[in-house]
Structure formats: C-alpha cells, structure tokens
C-alpha cells in the first residue's frame, strides 16, 4: 500500500487547512485509514481514524469539534480538514492505514509526511 499526503503548509491561528491522503495498491487489505503528527522533539500521536465505509470515527480528544475526517472511496483518498487552528497544531503529519484487527497506535503502513505549522 502506497501513501501519499499532501495540502500542508502555513497558516495562521485561527485558520484551516485540508489534507489529503491518496491510497494505492493492496488498499483492499486495509479497514482504517487515518491521521497521525509528530511536532519536534515529541513522540507521534494519533489524530483521527475513519473506516474506509465510513461508519466509524475516531478522534483525539485534543482536535475534536476542530477537525473533520472523512474519505472518498472512488478515489481511494482520505482528508482531515483542520479548522480553528492553534500554534500547538504544529507538526507534520502522516497518514496510515491499518487492517481491521490491526492495533489503532500501530497502523500497518504509513505514508510520507506533510509539515504544517500554525502561526500566533
């Protein structure tokens, strides 16, 4: 499975952004697709999942109410609009793709990262 992200970039507090995730090859062995970020000098943590039919949704506390997952299975792609952004928002973010019984903290495939950074 081969990921690539892309639609990072600088905004200001306050403001948004879209990622956006394309997935290729074998994505029929995978069930959750999803975001994670790591800022400098932090470990990665996870973002937000969703399933690739959309049923089920996952959020980390710290972004709920700010950020909406959702995914576009025509064209293998997930986003993660980013609204009311905060300096603490700063890092650059990966999405990954994991199979249905996979553990959510260790996706099975990840795909390059994209930097945003969040401006005060």
């Known amino acids: 499975v081969q990921l690539q992200a892309s639609g990072g970039g600088l905004v200001q507090a306050g403001g948004s952004l879209r990622l956006s995730c394309a997935a290729s090859?074998?994505?029929?062995?995978?069930?959750?697709v999803g975001w994670f970020r790591q800022a400098p000098g932090k470990e990665r943590e996870f973002v937000a999942d969703?399933?690739?039919?959309?049923?089920?949704?996952y959020y980390a506390d710290s972004v709920k109410g700010r950020f909406t997952i959702s995914r576009d299975n025509a064209k293998n792609t997930v986003y993660l609009q980013m609204n009311s952004l905060k300096p603490e928002d700063t890092a650059v973010y990966y999405c990954?793709?994991?199979?249905?019984?996979?553990?959510?903290?260790?996706?099975?495939?990840w795909g390059q990262g994209t930097q945003v950074t969040v401006s005060s």
């Open positions: 090859g074998r994505t029929f062995s995978t069930y959750y």
């Open positions: 969703i399933t690739w039919s959309g049923g089920t949704i």
């Open positions: 990954a793709v994991r199979g249905r019984f996979s553990v959510r903290l260790r996706p099975d495939y």
